[in-house]
């Protein structure tokens, strides 16, 4: 039987004044539950054109998504879906993504502020030292990347090392430079 009609009996035997068939209407919906989020999960999978609206809304069904989640990020062939879908996996409670968001913390990745700030929002102190490295290998004029990083460590409530200060010391103008290394 189609999803949708699955749906409306369930709800309708909700209102039953039967008891049998409310228990039986809510066992219905959370089957439904589930073939709902899987549905989304594939939508999310198959969103090509704005996938983020998609991601950003995955989270209103909770603790659900996570195992449909779980599974495109480990069938996942493209790195940048698959880096969408452990940060938004660790933003629901998952942890199944963190290792592919640590290996995204390098300098040069297109992907290393979502993944340094997925990583730092969610309090994964791990990610401190692969976060310093990247402040080092990051070039003094990309200074988008190295406010991001310097603010994921200021979240992880990690202090900036001696190494990471004498490397944010080359950066110009001293007003830049002293919010990089503000603790």
């Known amino acids: 039987?189609?999803?949708?009609?699955r749906l409306e009996r369930a709800l309708e035997a909700l209102e039953s004044p039967?008891?049998?068939s409310r228990v039986r209407a809510v066992e219905e919906l959370a089957s439904c539950s589930s073939g709902i989020v899987e549905r989304v999960a594939t939508a999310f999978e198959s969103e090509r054109e704005a996938p983020h609206l998609i991601v950003e809304r995955m989270g209103r069904f909770g603790s659900l998504?996570?195992?449909?989640?779980?599974?495109?990020?480990r069938e996942a062939s493209?790195?940048?879906?698959?880096?969408?879908?452990?940060?938004?996996?660790?933003?629901?409670?998952?942890?199944a993504g963190i290792p592919t968001l640590m290996t995204a913390v390098v300098a040069?990745?297109?992907?290393?502020?979502?993944a340094a700030t997925s990583l730092a929002d969610a309090g994964v102190s791990e990610a401190t030292?692969?976060?310093e490295r990247a402040i080092i290998e990051c070039e003094l004029s990309d200074l988008k990347t190295l406010e991001?990083?310097?603010?994921?460590?200021?979240?992880?409530?990690h202090p900036i090392s001696e190494r990471v200060r004498l490397h944010l010391a080359g950066v110009e103008p001293k007003w830049l430079r002293d919010s990089l290394l503000a603790q």
């Open 1 to 5: 039987m189609e999803l949708s009609m």
């Open 18 to 20: 039967d008891l049998e």
């Open 65 to 73: 998504m996570i195992h449909p989640l779980e599974r495109l990020h």
């Open 78 to 95: 493209d790195g940048s879906f698959k880096l969408a879908t452990a940060s938004a996996l660790l933003y629901m409670g998952s942890e």
């Open 108 to 114: 040069g990745n297109p992907r290393l502020c979502m």
């Open 129 to 131: 030292i692969p976060i």
């Open 148 to 157: 991001c990083l310097t603010s994921s460590l200021r979240v992880l409530k």
